[in-house]
């Protein structure tokens, strides 16, 4: 499964901006998909996720009732919709879908949030 994310960029704070990671190589139907997110010197974080079943959704503290994940089956791509962002939003933002035994991580995408 290859990833490719894309969407970031630098906005101003309480701008909103959408996030896209596009599969391909497999179906990905079965998978779970999220988006987490990493600053240099601090841990990666995890922002948000989206179950292949039952589509529930799941969202770290930091970002909830802001961000909106989402996924469309037949694109196979997941999508993260940022509202209200912070310059603590600031961070690279990666991908992933896994599964039993397996996960892929897209490549990365630069959210810069100036205040």
Same mark, same amino acid.
């Given at each position: 499964?290859?990833?490719? *994310?894309?969407?970031?960029?630098?906005?101003?704070?309480?701008?909103?901006?959408?996030?896209?990671? *596009? *599969?391909?190589?497999?179906?990905?139907?079965?998978?779970?998909?999220? $988006?987490?997110?990493?600053?240099?010197? @601090?841990?990666?974080?995890?922002? *948000?996720?989206?179950?292949?079943?039952?589509?529930?959704?799941?969202?770290?503290?930091?970002?909830?009732?802001?961000?909106?994940?989402?996924?469309n089956?037949? @694109?196979?791509?997941?999508?993260?919709?940022?509202?209200?962002?912070?310059?603590?939003?600031?961070?690279?933002?990666?991908c992933?879908? $896994?599964?039993?035994?397996?996960?892929? $991580?897209?490549?990365?995408?630069?959210?810069?949030?100036?205040?």
């Amino acid at each position: 499964v290859q990833l490719q *994310a894309c969407g970031g960029g630098s906005v101003q704070a309480g701008d909103s901006l959408t996030l896209s990671c *596009a *599969a391909s190589g497999r179906s990905i139907s079965s998978y779970d998909m999220g $988006w987490f997110r990493h600053v240099p010197g @601090k841990p990666r974080e995890f922002v *948000a996720a989206i179950k292949s079943t039952s589509s529930n959704t799941y969202y770290g503290d930091s970002v909830k009732g802001r961000f909106t994940i989402s996924r469309n089956y037949a @694109k196979m791509t997941v999508y993260l919709e940022m509202n209200s962002l912070t310059p603590e939003d600031t961070a690279v933002y990666y991908c992933k879908v $896994w599964s039993r035994g397996s996960e892929y $991580w897209g490549q990365g995408t630069l959210v810069t949030v100036s205040s």
